[in-house]
């Protein structure tokens, strides 16, 4: 045994560095939840990133009912998450915007999209192999 008495571990605070603007103007996240012209512009922004993503699901449909690829394939699949992703995050968005009494209605500003095409093929095939390799002939 040792005659050294136990020593408590050693503790450190750690701060985050603070953000700084393009002109050099501290930048405060804190009340970004809070400040309907930043979540504004945070709408917007999901907004344009959803279109652009719906596009591109758009174009890898059409691309893989030519040819399969599964590189193609995985985009899509991951796509398609992060559309149903930023959807509810951009619903979330403008019902906080509307308690601010800001009401921006996203239906006219995101386009329709009901998934890809392709996906939905994929997986009617599985479900019919799957209930094939199941089922049998009774009598």
């Known amino acids: ?42 709408l917007l922004e999901m907004i344009s990133s959803l279109r652009q993503l719906i596009h591109s699901n758009q174009q890898l449909d059409e691309a893989l009912l030519e040819d399969h690829d599964e590189d193609l394939l995985q985009a899509l699949e991951e796509n398609e998450y992060v559309i149903l992703r930023k959807r509810n995050e951009a619903r979330v968005l403008a019902e906080n915007l509307r308690r601010h009494g800001v009401n921006i209605s996203l239906d006219d500003k995101v386009p329709g999209y009901n998934g890809s095409v392709v996906l939905r093929k994929i997986k009617e095939k599985q479900k019919d192999n799957s209930s094939n390799q199941n089922g049998g002939l009774y009598l």
Do not use: F, H
């Open 1 to 42: 045994m040792s005659d050294n008495p136990t020593t408590a571990p050693r503790q450190s605070v750690v701060r985050t560095a603070p953000r700084i603007s393009a002109r050099g103007n501290m930048v405060s996240d804190t009340n970004d939840n809070n400040d309907p012209v930043l979540m504004e512009a945070k």
